[in-house]
């Protein structure tokens, strides 16, 4: 591959995030001028974006006649916002989160601003309040929907296929391209990951006067809903987003945005991986230094050599600064305290083991014992002397410190370059290992998803065992036992046959080769059933998905499939497929990332 200079890559590559917050309301349409999303410095994305704007959530329903809401056992009809949002609760009710405190009481304070006078002076405890035909009316209707006939299935289908032409697609520099999702989000009750200090407050409706619309100054701006106005109407063609607003509870931005499938975003996707392929040119060097500043007489640069020690092996993010009660206590490489590290001399027939357990992004758990190179683990204990547990581990340290010297070292070199990197590589070497050419296409495909699990588990993406798991591993163990008892009964009449040939004195017949063809296809459903169970239990507590799409160069999966004979619809679904379009053409089966 042809490598461009050092400046060029700079200016073709390189993603500089920046997020300014909102400003106060009060400030009017200036407020977010300064920019609302991740810019590419002065690099210009389109010349010419037309669209039709978000599609809104329709206005609440009232609930039918029958449907009623009680408070200390007695009917209430209740005004129509604090009936909106008292059905939100009620849908929610069979969700363990409606159980917690936190939800319950951050949901009534909302609830109660949405109240009249009246409603809050009757309506004063949440225990007293009875949602329950409520939910019960959401779960039949619910419950209707998934029996409805196949011509209302297909009616439905039809008019959300019309409203997917109509909203679904923009013109981007002459093309005709697919968004992502073209709907803002309704209104609802915020969730949040373990446990949020937000969670149960309301998410307000979005409001046309609440969305910003980008569009290019020469197209036709979308026309809002009847009665309303944008916030604002922009045209700044260095971002990718069309509809932008900020949702209520974070002040996070939401944004519509091009389908991943999209020629746009997969120049983006291209450019992430040729950045994360450029840092192995120069990895080498840079664990050199790391390795040599661990020997620094400056506490600092030490703490920075470990910190990126950890980034670079265990493929840990940097960790954000937060406001104390904004979010769930997660965190970072740069934000790790003392009492989540506990260091072993000796542990597990390893010396020098770091023992990891923190909650991180999504409030997903690390929990991870690794043994690290002695001058690492001499190091923490440094920085653990005379600190109390809730004390910072890299005190001397900070995010934005450490992103500077990332970019120090290679321009564009992020936590997120090293991730994607080392999971690429990862899956490459696991894919090397475990692949065999004389394998059967089944042992192939589960060879990709145990390398794709390794990877899974190197980025800590993980999940809760679905409910539902030991049910469809009953099923599945049945089917097992019913289809080796359909070998035994194959093998036994196979068996029979040849005995009848031998009386005969003949070697073959076509009953013979027709119970022979049945034996053969039997085995092979039963090693794909067998197969399809040892996929499901390792992979239980594994999220496969997040590494596949976002840190996972698709040149190499696809590369592994020309070499190895496998179907690419084996590893990539359609709409996956329609996402790395861009990837096929590029890789060869002899590519290597």
């Known amino acids: 591959m042809l490598l461009l200079p050092l400046r060029v890559l700079r200016r073709r590559f390189q993603h500089v995030s920046r997020r300014v ?66 059905t939100l609760y009620g849908k929610m009710l069979h969700l363990e989160c409606t159980t917690k405190e936190v939800f319950q009481r951050n949901f009534f304070s909302d ?89 149960g407050m309301l998410k307000r409706r ?49 944004y519509i945005i091009l389908n991943p499938s999209s020629k746009l975003k997969g120049e983006m996707d291209w450019q992430k991986y040729e950045v994360a392929r450029r840092l192995k040119g120069v990895v080498d060097e840079i664990r050199a230094q790391y390795q040599a500043d661990w020997k620094s007489p400056e506490r ?9 020690y950890f980034i670079d092996k265990l493929a840990l993010r940097t960790g954000n600064e937060k406001e104390e009660g904004e979010t769930a206590d997660t965190v970072g490489c740069c934000s790790l305290r003392v009492e989540h590290v506990r260091l072993h001399e000796k542990a597990d027939g390893r010396e020098h083991v770091v023992e990891l357990d923190f909650l991180g992004k999504d409030s997903i758990r690390y929990n991870n014992r690794v043994p690290v190179e002695k001058l690492v683990f001499q190091n923490l204990q440094h920085f653990m002397e005379d600190k109390d547990p809730k004390d910072d581990l890299f005190d001397a340290l900070t995010t934005a410190g450490l992103n500077k010297h990332l970019q120090d070292l290679m321009e564009g070199l992020t936590a997120k370059v090293f991730r994607t990197y080392n999971a690429s590589i990862t899956l490459q070497e696991q894919l090397r290992v475990l692949t065999r050419a ?16 390794a990877v899974a588990i190197l980025c800590n993406h993980r999940r809760a065992i679905p409910k539902t798991f030991e049910k469809s591993m009953r099923t599945l163990q049945q089917k097992i036992e ?21 009386i005969r004195g003949e070697s073959k017949s076509k009953s013979w080769l027709q119970k022979q063809r049945r034996l053969l296809r039997l085995e092979e459903q039963l090693v ?66």
């Open 482 to 502: 019913t289809k080796k008892a359909q070998v035994a009964e194959a093998q036994v009449e196979l068996e029979k046959a040849k005995a009848d040939l031998r």
């Open 111 to 199: 609830w109660r601003k949405e109240m009249t006078a009246e409603e809050r002076k009757l309506i004063t405890h949440l225990d007293k309040c009875d949602f329950v035909e409520i939910h019960r009316h959401f779960m039949e209707r619910t419950e209707a929907r998934r029996t409805l006939p196949r011509e209302q299935k297909q009616k439905l289908k039809e008019e959300a296929e019309e409203l997917q032409q109509e909203f679904g697609y923009c013109i981007l520099d002459g093309h005709r391209e697919k968004i992502g999702n073209f709907k803002t989000e309704p209104p609802g009750l915020f969730c949040g990951r373990g446990d949020h200090p937000k969670m």
């Open 206 to 254: 979005v409001m046309p006067e609440d969305v910003v619309i980008n569009c290019s100054r020469d197209s036709k701006i979308p026309e809002p809903p009847a009665g309303h106005q944008w916030k604002e109407v922009r045209s700044d063609n260095t971002v990718t987003w069309l509809a932008a607003w900020t949702e209520n509870i974070q002040n996070s931005f939401k």
């Open 21 to 86: 917050p909102c400003r106060q309301a009060s400030q009017g349409a200036e407020a977010n001028r300064a920019g609302w999303e991740e810019k590419s410095r002065n690099r210009v994305k389109w010349r010419q974006l037309e669209h039709k704007g978000p599609y809104f959530t329709p206005a609440y329903e009232p609930l039918p006649d029958g449907v009623r809401f009680f408070y200390d056992g007695k009917p209430v009809k209740l005004s129509l916002p604090a009936e909106e949002v008292a």
């Open 528 to 593: 794909r059933l067998c197969t399809q169970a040892t996929d499901k239990e390792e992979n239980k507590q594994v999220a496969l998905g997040t590494a596949k799409l976002n840190y996972l160069d698709p040149r190499i999966s696809i590369a592994w499939c020309k070499r190895f004979g496998v179907p690419i619809e084996k590893i990539y679904s359609k709409t996956q497929r329609e996402r790395f379009a861009w990837s096929f053409n590029q890789a060869g089966e002899d590519f290597e990332f």
């Open 300 to 308: 600092k640069k030490r703490q920075l050599a470990v910190a990126l």
């Open 438 to 453: 004389e394998d059967s296409l089944t042992s192939k495909v589960l060879a990709y998803k145990r390398a794709n699990r």
